[in-house]
């Protein structure tokens, strides 16, 4: 728990098999914080995509290389936001040397597509270099109080 909220922090190894481990918390979380079907689904496919990436690029499947994952409501009493914190314990890569998933000639790529869900799909999407190494996700979803 923080002053302002409370906070669920998972570990994972880099597996793929408990990425729906991570989803599932995710959804159940959605339903308690009374986000409609739509946000629900939207916010688990943005955090499955981080994981993903973590995973597989941030931690490049090293099952002794952990991701972190926070989920923190804010505020405590009645939250109105969901932030959401991946962490891999990889290399690191620039940002900003991401190619464009919707310039023509990445159209038909397999990949590439993770980060822009993320910014698509919740209200602020953070990334950067982890203190000590590797990256980190943060992102953001706002929403009223049912």
């Known amino acids: 728990m923080t002053e302002t909220g409370h906070t669920i922090h998972l ?26 079907e739509d946000s629900q689904h939207w916010v688990g496919v943005a955090v499955r995509e981080s994981v993903i990436n973590a995973i597989k690029h941030g ?21 109105t936001e ?3 914190r991946v962490r891999d314990h990889g290399e690191g890569f ?20 993770g980060i822009f869900f ?9 990334i950067q270099r982890a203190p000590g190494g590797g990256m980190e996700v943060r992102m953001l979803k706002r929403f009223k109080r049912p």
């Open 11 to 36: 570990e994972i190894p880099s597996l793929f098999e408990l990425i729906d481990l991570v989803q599932a918390l995710a959804d159940q979380l959605g339903r308690m914080l009374g986000l409609d």
């Open 59 to 79: 931690n490049r499947h090293d099952p002794s290389k952990l991701v972190e994952v926070d989920f923190t409501m804010t505020p405590s009493a009645a939250p």
């Open 82 to 84: 969901l932030l959401v």
């Open 94 to 113: 620039d940002p900003g040397d991401l190619p464009d998933p919707l310039a023509p000639e990445n159209l038909l790529k397999a990949n590439g597509r």
């Open 118 to 126: 993320m910014r698509k799909f919740m209200d602020d999407v953070q």
